[in-house]
Nanobody, 118 residues
Framework: QVQLVESGGGLVQAGGSLRLSCAAS????????MGWYRQAPGKQREMVAD???????NYTDSVKGRFTISRDNAKNTMYLQMNSLKPEDTAVYYC????????????WGQGTQVTVSS
């Protein structure tokens, strides 16, 4: 059974920091391309950052220089360090995994709420 479990969300003031974690089980973690997505109320889900199985990273423009994605294959865990948070970062953040060799195997976590107050 595949599980992606996010943690680390919460309420923070603008300018603050949070670190999200995504603990994966039931997948070959090192073989998966991983990513963080977010969905704000009334908006479509958008990619925030992703990290390939080989370690290359990609960020949406609005978080470049503020967020850092990383992974620890030994711990089957992905992270998102979020600094200089802004109210517009408020959203539910989702962990995503897709097998780099067999892309039909794609999974989502249940999401964690991040709220940034002004």
């Amino acid at each position: 059974q595949v599980q992606l479990v996010e943690s680390g969300g919460g309420l923070v003031q603008a300018g603050g920091s949070l670190r999200l974690s995504c603990a994966a089980s039931g997948i070959i973690f090192r073989r998966n391309n991983m990513g963080w997505y977010r969905q704000a109320p009334g908006k479509q889900r958008e990619m925030v950052a992703d990290i390939a199985s080989g370690g290359s990273t990609n960020y949406t423009d609005s978080v470049k220089g503020r967020f850092t994605i990383s992974r620890d294959n030994a711990k089957n865990t992905m992270y998102l360090q979020m600094n200089s948070l802004k109210p517009e970062d408020t959203a539910v953040y989702y962990c995503h995994a897709i097998d780099s060799r067999i892309p039909k195997y794609e999974y989502w976590g249940q999401g964690t709420q991040v709220t940034v107050s002004s």
